[in-house]
């Protein structure tokens, strides 16, 4: 095995890891109360945002900004990116598509009869929040930052906007199911992973964009659930009477939300 793909493993061997250890932390930590199908509290109840589930998103964040200007962690980037490089593997485009892969996951299973937590209504609300969370911290990011990419094509290279993306969808997987699907919760990560991995094999990130980028993305998909509840208030008003049909569409390359209320 040669020594860029024993990095790239032992890299996806700690993030595993750090997940495991988030996954069982999360699961031990249940609020003793019938499980309901939507994420609304109860109503003299308040969202609370666990902060034990902050640690592992702001450990591999705060990582990522100390890749920045940490000049042994700076080396780790360039040497990284060189092992890489003199090995030439082939440039493959299938990380533009795994970074949807575990939410795709999560609309297939409830199909196929394997229900999550949520209903479709409050699924889709949930992971459309993550996905703008995500893209409102990141994309702002890249044009603060200006790190120019391993492949010089230009200056948006910190934090990877793709492994964001991807682990916050392998994030929402594992909130959908890790109630009553533990194991099946946990099949979303190692997709982020691979997706985290392509990116710095593309030439497209360093190794601190990729793992900044994961920490973002679970961090993103974290504050949609706590945010859950209010907007779900909000979509639905004081008229108990009223009903919202969310939709994704897909036109002209143009991937979006439809939002239908009706009164």
């Known amino acids: 095995?040669?020594?860029?793909?024993?990095?790239?493993?032992?890299?996806?061997?700690?993030?595993?890891?750090?997940?495991?250890?988030?996954?069982?932390?999360?699961?031990?930590?249940?609020?003793?109360?019938?499980?309901?199908?939507?994420?609304?509290?109860?109503?003299?109840?308040?969202?609370?945002?666990?902060?034990?589930?902050?640690?592992?998103?702001?450990?591999?964040?705060?990582?990522?900004?100390?890749?920045?200007?940490?000049?042994?962690?700076?080396?780790?980037?360039?040497?990284?990116?060189?092992?890489?490089?003199?090995?030439?593997?082939?440039?493959?485009?299938?990380?533009?598509?795994?970074?949807?892969a575990p939410a795709v996951l999560v609309y297939g299973l409830n199909a196929a009869g394997i229900k999550g937590k949520h209903n479709f209504r409050d699924r889709t609300i949930i992971y459309a929040t993550s996905q703008i969370i995500s893209a409102a911290i990141t994309l702002p990011l890249k044009h603060i930052v200006k790190e120019e990419r391993p492949d010089q094509s230009n200056n948006l290279s910190f934090p990877s906007g793709h492994t964001a993306a991807a682990f916050s969808s392998a994030q929402f997987m594992f909130r959908e199911y890790k109630d009553t699907n533990f194991w099946l919760s946990l099949s979303g990560y190692p997709i982020a992973v691979f997706t985290g991995a392509y990116r710095m094999l593309n030439d497209k990130h360093w190794v601190g964009d990729v793992v900044a980028g994961a920490g973002f993305g679970i961090l993103s998909t974290e504050l949609a659930y706590w945010l859950f509840p209010k907007i779900n208030t909000l979509l639905k008003g004081k008229n108990k009477n009223t009903a919202t049909m969310i939709m994704p569409f897909y036109q002209d390359k143009s991937i979006g939300i439809g939002i239908v209320k009706t009164f």
Request: proline share 4%; aromatic share 8%; charged share 20%.
């Open 1 to 100: 095995m040669s020594i860029v793909h024993q990095k790239i493993t032992v890299c996806c061997i700690v993030l595993l890891s750090a997940y495991g250890r988030l996954a069982a932390q999360n699961d031990s930590v249940q609020v003793q109360k019938p499980q309901q199908d939507s994420a609304v509290t109860l109503n003299n109840q308040k969202p609370v945002l666990n902060y034990k589930s902050l640690i592992i998103p702001a450990a591999f964040i705060s990582y990522g900004v100390a890749s920045l200007t940490v000049k042994d962690l700076k080396q780790l980037n360039f040497s990284t990116r060189d092992e890489i490089n003199e090995h030439k593997p082939d440039h493959i485009r299938l990380d533009n598509y795994t970074q949807y």
